[in-house]
């Protein structure tokens, strides 16, 4: 599926000290999923809590997907509350993408630590 446009309708963020972070959590709960012209509307809510130090960045919002999946995603949706599949990797992907980014420029202003993991570099053999 393809994403058409993500709107963001929430920030929360919460700086509780300035200590660098075990780990960071990052979760994309999604809450409805429905038809919307034709396209998959997706709500959801990503949030990345930062382990030990009790920060947090949270976000929700609105994604519109298109493709020929659209109407069976929220067939699936509507019977498990779940979309499965590659449909279901398109749409936690491109939402976990746009919502890391986002979240970059709360994590400057608060000065925390982004929630970004970047790939692991691995070296051809020759």
């Not at 929430?10 to 999604?30: L, Q, T, V």
């Not at 994604?63 to 499965?84: N, V």
């Not at 980014?101 to 070296?123: D, H, K, T």
Request: net charge neutral; aromatic share 8%.
């Amino acid at each position: 599926m393809k994403l058409e446009s993500m709107e963001v309708l929430f920030i929360e963020a919460k700086k509780a000290s300035g200590r660098p972070p075990e780990m960071i959590d990052s979760r994309i709960d999604m809450r409805n999923a429905e038809v919307d012209a034709g396209n998959l509307a997706v709500e959801f809510v990503y949030s990345a809590s930062y382990a030990t130090d009790g920060s947090y960045i949270r976000m929700g919002g609105r994604a519109l997907f298109s493709g020929p999946e659209a109407k069976a995603a929220a067939d699936e949706w509507k019977k498990s509350k779940r979309i499965s599949g590659k449909p279901g990797e398109d749409i936690i992907n491109s939402i976990n993408y746009g919502s890391s980014l986002n979240s970059v420029l709360v994590a400057r202003v608060l000065n925390i630590v982004p929630p970004l993991a970047p790939p692991p570099i691995a070296f051809e053999k020759k």
